[in-house]
């Protein structure tokens, strides 16, 4: 909490490298140490590999340490992985899993507060203060996206205004009615509003907004350019994932050229996707995260599965926290759909439990209007398929009830002829992503 | 007194109606009468032929998702209130219509319409009861 207006904690964001390695080095062999008391799963990895957190001398030595991946999440469900008795777990969170058991995360007191300061420091470089008004058009629930930054507004001192997702003319009511100036929300849903604003014939420079803190998908250069130019706002990004805390693990400063990670909080690495080895400086791959401080849910080098490169030289901004670009795409088949984490064998898995119903299906994905949309083709057999329409539409919507149900986000089902849909060895064809950017 | 339906799943895409009823042609299959319940994604077209058995093989054969089903045939007064007088025998009994199309052949002086019902046999029962004739299965077919 410095002087400076754009830092919000200028003695960490600003730590010289070597004492920032140094740091890391300490939390990283307390994490180890605890995960390793209190954690069966990470006792019986580090057995397996012969690994003693002693031996941990250098933050190199990280390379030696096994990943934790998204399976290991599932294996263990729902509290297998939390490192403190759930007396002292003061949140749950929830994401999707990889098939029909979502991944579930804890956090205690002290996480929270953790969890507060890292989104307060990318609202504050972004260039949120105490007099903005934050809009927050994220769901209010299981997922993290509008708890975080509803923290980390609050600690700055700016006023809430919790609307959460969705009714979008309500949401532009508000906005005109409340003066919002700092909008939350995913960035095609900010699409959506400027829509909206331009069909309601509303000049965006008649609202108080002025920036904008997008995340939960990603979304590329020109989109913010479109955000930027159709809501005349500052567009930034913010990257995070429920596994590891939520929002605040990266977000952008005004250069607006990479997100700075919180690196006195976690460890970042980029990995060879195929072969799990540790990339060169500044290569592209996927990143990989390890939690210094995290108290209810430490992860030891969590396998993110996004593609991202990491960038060390210093930003004109003044802080010294290395920034990730935009990630740019999957090493998995997770689909990120209306903000929400899909995955194909989620789908598949669905479809299973139907009767007669054979895992014959395709998605496809595209962007209506700004809005994504999924669209789940089955193939018709003769167990599915009814004479009578009542009979037939009971079946469609019955799915699509299920599938809303599991993922957390509407489906269209659409009925197709057997053998309509090319057959491919790997599951990643399944899915036909139409949202070109 | 039964007749045999087949139906067939068929995407709303030009030239699927073509290419059932081609398929039947080619395998010198009759079409005696039809029907097509469709949406936006697609329809179910139902048919009765002559020869059943031989169009299930068929169809199946180039990947249509084929069902049968059975359905009756009956006789109806081809004048004013004709249609009218049958519908009410089965309200007045609550047996429920899932469906019901018009035979393009007519049996002597009488239309045909078929129905289709979710209790088959109970329809049966009540619409002879009230003297109503339901055309054999053979006969319908050969119209």
């Known amino acids: 909490m410095s002087g400076h207006p754009l830092i919000w904690n200028s003695e960490a964001e600003c730590m010289p490298r070597e004492q920032l390695e140094q740091l890391q080095l300490v939390r990283l062999q307390q994490t180890l140490q605890r995960v390793c008391r209190n954690v069966p799963c990470y006792q019986h990895k580090f057995k397996d590999c012969g690994f003693n957190p002693g031996d941990l001398k250098s933050l190199d030595d990280i390379r030696h340490l096994p990943f934790t991946t998204k399976e290991d999440l599932r294996l263990n469900y729902p509290y297998g992985m939390f490192a403190v008795p759930m007396s002292d777990v003061v949140r749950i969170h929830s994401s999707s899993g990889t098939t029909g058991k979502p991944t579930v995360v804890g956090y205690t007191k002290q996480d929270i507060s953790t969890w507060t300061e890292l989104v307060a420091r990318f609202m504050t470089a972004a260039g949120v203060t105490r007099e903005d008004i934050v809009h927050i058009a994220f769901g209010y629930g299981l997922f993290t996206g509008a708890f975080g930054l509803h923290y980390g507004s609050e600690a700055i001192g700016a006023s809430v205004i919790p609307i959460s997702g969705g009714n979008t003319d309500k949401q532009i009511m508000i906005m005109q009615d409340y003066r919002s100036s700092a909008l939350v929300c995913t960035p095609s849903y900010g699409l959506t509003i400027a829509d909206r604003l331009e069909k309601k014939g509303i000049d965006p420079a008649s609202l108080a907004l002025r920036v904008g803190l997008f995340g939960a998908e990603p979304w590329s250069e020109q989109m913010r350019c479109e955000l930027e130019s159709r809501l005349g706002i500052i567009a930034t990004d913010n990257y995070g994932l429920s596994e590891i805390m939520g929002p605040g693990v990266a977000g952008d400063c005004l250069a607006k050229c990479g997100m700075h990670l919180a690196e006195d909080h976690f460890v970042f690495e980029i990995i060879d996707p195929d072969t799990g080895q540790v990339l060169p400086r500044g290569s592209t791959g996927e990143l990989v995260i390890t939690s210094l401080t995290k108290q209810a849910f430490p992860m030891i080098r969590y396998r993110t599965r996004d593609i991202t490169r990491i960038i060390y030289q210093p930003c004109e901004c003044g802080r010294s926290l290395a920034r990730m670009a935009k990630t740019s795409g999957r090493t998995d088949d997770m689909l990120i759909i209306k903000g929400v984490n899909v995955f194909p064998t989620q789908i598949e898995e669905v479809l299973l439990q139907i009767e007669g119903c054979q895992p014959h299906y395709q998605l496809i994905v595209d962007r209506v209007n700004n809005m994504d949309q999924l669209e789940v083709q089955v193939e018709v057999n003769e167990h599915i398929f009814f004479d009578e329409m009542k009979r037939q539409r009971q079946f469609v919507n019955e799915a699509e009830k299920r599938l809303a149900t599991v993922l957390g986000v509407s489906a269209r089902v659409k009925l197709v002829e057997p053998s309509s849909i090319m057959r491919h060895e790997g599951k990643a064809s399944r899915v036909l992503d139409k949202r070109k950017q | ?143």
């Not at chain 2, 084929?66 to 609550?94: A, C, R």
């Open chain 2, 1 to 143: 007194m039964k007749v045999e339906q087949i139906s067939v799943f068929i995407e709303n895409k030009s030239g699927r109606l073509a290419e059932v009823s081609g398929v039947l042609g080619d395998a010198n299959v009759n079409i005696r009468a039809l029907s097509l319940a469709d949406t936006s994604d697609f329809g179910i077209l139902r048919l009765i032929v002559d020869d059943s058995e031989k169009a299930l093989s068929v169809l199946r054969d180039k990947h249509f998702t084929v069902n049968k089903t059975e359905v009756i045939g009956v006789e109806v007064p081809d004048i004013p209130g004709g249609l009218s007088s049958i519908l009410k025998i089965l309200d007045n009994n609550q047996i429920n219509v899932e469906y019901m199309y018009a035979f393009v052949e007519r049996s002597g002086s009488n239309a045909v319409i078929i129905f289709r019902f979710d209790n088959i046999d109970q329809a049966i029962k009540v619409l002879l009861n009230n003297g109503v004739n339901i055309l054999d299965g053979k006969k319908i077919t050969s119209i």
